[in-house]
């Protein structure tokens, strides 16, 4: 019998596309996915550690199954991704309910250890890289349980050791290469992994102890992946890597793959892929290469998410970045030298360790100056186990860190602002993702009052047909408001019919307000 399970996913685009894989190997072994959690006999989150925040969602979502898991021992919770990895066994102290706990480098091992939890009442222990090492801790761990055994595979610190990095790259090269698609399932956009890792050990930064080392994948099994994406109808690609620019391949014939080199690889052998983009960039070492390659092949997407996380050097220092605003000025000036319509977005962190009123000044003046299209702006939040958490005091009061983001924020709303006011008048390419989450809030809302029998909704927005006509209609002829994106990642609404969900459109644009470019689709 098939059995259900429920997956959540947080954080990255990382962690969306482990859980598709994920998912698509558990679909093999015979659990269906469902979107309610009360229905499910496997519930796993794949967790973010990034900020305490992310976690803080995990924990309430755990706590409130401590309870279910009592009425219903069978049920199988397991954590998985970057909290795994970083909380290790002392979740199982907070919450003694869990039975699966597997880490973002170990995830090729979760279909039999989801198995094991499910069939089995013994303890199971499953670990790749040091049995001898992490046992002891959860066999002395598995003596507080009380209950069926638990399953753990996490990385540790063993990660990092040369001898296991390249059991590690074969065995999650493997989980990326079991991906099955095809046309019938109708996906239009797709991630594709190139790096996993990272080296750089920012100052705040987890991902490096959660996501183990730097490992470059194969070129060519990146390019047939892709080239599979885009045979089963996929649309637009993104390749994804904590520094992707830095991709380096060395093949045992001493030849180097560089990132430049893939960009062109992946651009010829799929000439029917229409959009192929690319994140995240680090502003070091970006090579006039990589760049002349996103300025010559034509659908490469021309945008770049190249965080600079702060203005001011003495801070880029602390935080271990590598380069000064300065570099990252020089950077931006040679992406625009080079693509002229390049569109640019940027990460920040407000509220370091000893951040000044002058130095957060500095942060603003990047924005103004980059003139990005959007920044993600996030509050220092201390790690455990960082660097900066260890040498630095979190210094910086709440309120202070709160309105230096909302200030932050509102700079690069007024940045956005203006760039999308300089859109109006142009013809563009959009990628159309659907309804607008508006369209699709009111028509919710509007089928609530319905179905409570009234009469009357108030629409925040104008629609043309009530969604229970939408639903007997075919999809070519309802007309509503769509949002898709264009090749530098601006999101733009325009009314057409929902059947173009999934293609490309030219629409000119014709208003802007705050963050959304409004458009006219042009009818070929
Ligand atoms: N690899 C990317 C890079 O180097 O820019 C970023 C990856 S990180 C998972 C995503 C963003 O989270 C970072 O760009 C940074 O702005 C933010 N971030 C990471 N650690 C943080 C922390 N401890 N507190 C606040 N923000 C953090
Ligand atoms: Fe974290 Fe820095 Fe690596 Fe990005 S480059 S993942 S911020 S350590």
Redesign the pocket.
Known sequence: MRRKLYLETFG?QMNVLDSELVMGQLRVQGYDATESPDQADVILYNTCS??EHAEQKVWSRLGALRERKTEQPNLVIGVIGCMAERDGENLFRKFPHIDILCGPGELDKLPGMVHNASVASSASIASSVSVASSAPTVTAMNAHRVGPGRHVALMGSTSRRSSTLAQAEDSLELLDLSRSISASDGVSQAYVRITRG?N?F?T??V?PYTRGPEVHRPPQNIIDEVRKLTDAGVKEVTLLG??INHYAYKHGDGRTTTFADLLFQIHEATADLPRLRFV?S?PRDFTDAALQAMRDCRRICRYLHV?A?HGSDRILKMMNRGYTSGDYDDFVARARAMMPDISLAS???VGFPTETDAEFAQSVAVIRRSRFKNS?I??????PG?TAMDRYVDDIPEDVKRQRNNELLAVQQEVSAQGNREMIGRTVEVMVEGESRLVSRQSAALSKVMAGGQAKAELLWETRTSPSDVARLPAESVTTQLTGRTRGDQIIAFDGPLSLTGEMVDVEIVDAKNLTLFAKRLVP
């Not at 996030?378 to 790690?383: D, G, L, Q, V």
């Open positions: 990255c990034v900020r990272c750089k920012c705040y930064c991902v904590q520094t995240t680090f965080p996380q990460d920040f962190i993600f996030f509050k220092y939040s201390p790690r960082t």
